[in-house]
C-alpha cells in the first residue's frame, strides 16, 4: 500500500504531495522533492537494520532520512549515523527527536540532497526511496568500498539482484553487499601450473572461462563483497578457490580446496 501510495503520490509537484499526506504546503512550495515523505515502520527499521548487521562503530548514512528514525534506530545499536533529507521541516524534527532519544551526539542531520551527499565513508546505507531513485543511485553504490552493505524498504535495485530479502508485515526489506570489481583476467598459480582465467562479472556473480593447459573449462563464482569464491574444472581436476581480493591480487582464505595456491591479475 505505501509503495503505491509512493509511486503515485511522486508524480505530484512537491507542493500537492504534502498536501495530500496533510502536511500542509506551505514549506514545501520550494522543495524539489525525489521522494514525499512516508515513514518506514519501526518493525521494518528493525528489520533493515538487523539485514545490515549494524553494530557499534559501524557509520550509517540514511538518504531521505525523514523524521530520523532509522538513523536513530542505527545510533541506538551503537553506530556513528547521518540523516539527509532535502526538507528542512523534517531535518528538524530528526535532530528534536534525537535529543528526545539521547542519541544526539551519535545521530545528527543535515539538509541536503541525497545526491550530493558524499557517501564515501558509510559501511551501510539505508534508503526507503523509489525504484527510479534506487537506480540513478546503483553506480555510485557498486563504487563504494567492496563490502559496503545497502538496505532498502520496499525498492530493489533491478537488475542488481539483492543478497538477502525479508518481509516484514506485508512490506519487503532488500539487502545488498558492494561486490569487488574483478572482471577480466586472472592467472592462477597452483602446483606449478598456471590456470588463466577470464571472469566476466554481473554484480556478485561470476562465469567466465578457465584454461586448464589448453583446455577450456567453464567458471562459476560469485562475490560476498571482497571475498571471491571460483570453481572450475571436472573431476580429480575440479578446483574450489575462496579467497580475499587485494588490489591485484587474491589472497586465499581457507576453505579452498586447491591447497595452496596464488592469483593475480593478468
Ligand atoms: C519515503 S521518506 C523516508 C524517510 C525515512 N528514511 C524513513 O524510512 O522513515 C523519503 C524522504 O526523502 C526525502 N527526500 C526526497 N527527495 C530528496 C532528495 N533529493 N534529497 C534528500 N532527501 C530527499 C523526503 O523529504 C522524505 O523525508
Known sequence: MIATAIRGAARLPAAALFVSLGLGAASAQEI??????????????????????????????????????IAIAAAKRGARAYG?????VRVKEAVENAQKEGVAERATFREQNL???????????TMYLLPSVNRDLRPRLLDLTPGTRVVSHAFDMGDWLPDERAVVDG??????????KVDGRWAVEHGGDTVNL??????QRLSGTADMGGKNSPVEGSLDGDLVTLSF??????????????????????????????????
Open 32 to 69: 524539489d522533492l525525489d521522494v514525499p515523505y512516508v515513514p518506514t515502520p519501526a518493525r521494518v527499521v528493525d528489520k533493515m537494520l538487523e539485514l545490515a548487521t549494524v553494530k557499534e562503530g559501524d557509520v550509517v548514512i540514511d538518504l531521505g532520512s525523514g523524521d530520523g528514525r
Open 84 to 88: 539527509v533529507d532535502i526538507n528542512p
Open 115 to 125: 545526491f550530493d551527499t558524499n557517501i564515501t565513508q558509510a559501511q551501510v546505507i
Open 171 to 180: 512490506k519487503n526489506v532488500y539487502f545488498w553487499k558492494v561486490p569487488a
Open 198 to 203: 577470464i571472469l566476466t562479472q554481473t554484480y
Open 233 to 266: 574444472g571436472e573431476g580429480e581436476a575440479r578446483r574450489e578457490l575462496r579467497g580475499r581480493v587485494n588490489g591485484s591480487t587474491l589472497e586465499p582464505i581457507a576453505g579452498s580446496s586447491a591447497g595452496s595456491w596464488t592469483a593475480r591479475r593478468g
